[in-house]
């Protein structure tokens, strides 16, 4: 079964500062793997997707993350916060146990900016 | 750009009403989700549907739950009973086409008091 563990639910970062955000997952099939942001009352927007391409992904808003099979992480990075990236951001999983296409969530980390 | 719309917003509703949470996909996706999130929890799969057919339901996803597209636009999901731990987020999204490359899009979501 897959799933996906971030490893923190709750970062704090000043604004100008790096942002890590971690994740791992667990899959039997090659996954893709997707990071998602939510606003507040805003629905979920995808910042990012790796889906066996290029390990490291660029996603929107200066976001990156890189895909390492060794060790079935996928960890979000940004160089510079910025105070709008404040928001819940969650990693997930999805594909081909058995042809779904389901997305399946990892617990989400809500990031604070402050200035 | 074009948006998964969801309403209402909010509803409140008591303990063994029937309630219809209503989406509008993106016009030309093929593929709609409902996903839930209760507070503090995981964003949860419930159904997926594909041609005027669920494709993949979830084991939370039971009799009590069913999921229509009525007309060329509309994908709605009834609770037919609603239970306390029924309330939640719930979120809609659609798809192109099926495959995990594929981005989900996804509304802003209705949360659904039961009290």
């Known amino acids: 079964a897959q799933s996906v563990t971030q490893l923190d639910s709750h970062v704090s970062v000043s604004e100008g500062t790096p942002v890590l955000l971690r994740c791992n997952y667990s899959?039997?099939?090659?996954?893709?793997l997707f990071w998602y942001v939510q606003h507040p009352n805003k629905g979920l927007q995808l910042l990012l997707k790796?889906?066996?391409?290029?390990?490291l992904v660029k996603g929107i808003n200066g976001f990156e993350a890189e895909f390492k099979k060794s060790e079935t992480s996928f960890h979000l990075t940004k160089p510079s916060a910025h105070m709008s990236d404040a928001a819940e951001y969650f990693c997930?999983?999805?594909?081909?146990?058995?042809?779904?296409?389901?997305?399946?969530f990892g617990k989400g980390t809500k990031l604070t900016v402050n200035p | 750009e074009p948006e998964v719309t969801q309403t209402p917003s909010h509803q409140v509703t008591q303990m063994g009403q029937e309630v219809i949470l209503r989406c509008v996909p993106i016009?030309?996706?093929?593929?709609f989700y409902w996903y839930r999130q209760i507070l503090g929890q995981k964003v949860e799969f419930l159904v997926s549907?594909?041609?005027?057919?669920?494709?993949?339901k979830s084991e939370i996803f039971d009799d009590q739950f069913s999921v229509e597209r009525p007309d060329g636009s509309n994908f709605t999901l009834k609770i037919r009973s609603t239970k306390l731990e029924d309330s939640a987020m719930y979120f809609c999204?659609?798809?192109?086409?099926?495959?995990?490359?594929?981005?989900?899009?996804f509304g802003p979501g209705t949360r659904l008091t039961v009290t």
């Open positions: 997930v999983v999805s594909g081909l146990e058995g042809g779904s296409e389901k997305l399946v």
């Open positions: 899959s039997s099939y090659s996954p893709s």
């Open positions: 790796y889906t066996s391409a290029a390990t």
């Open positions: 016009s030309n996706h093929l593929y």
């Open positions: 549907f594909y041609n005027n057919e669920i494709s993949e």
């Open positions: 999204a659609s798809i192109l086409e099926a495959g995990t490359f594929y981005e989900q899009y």
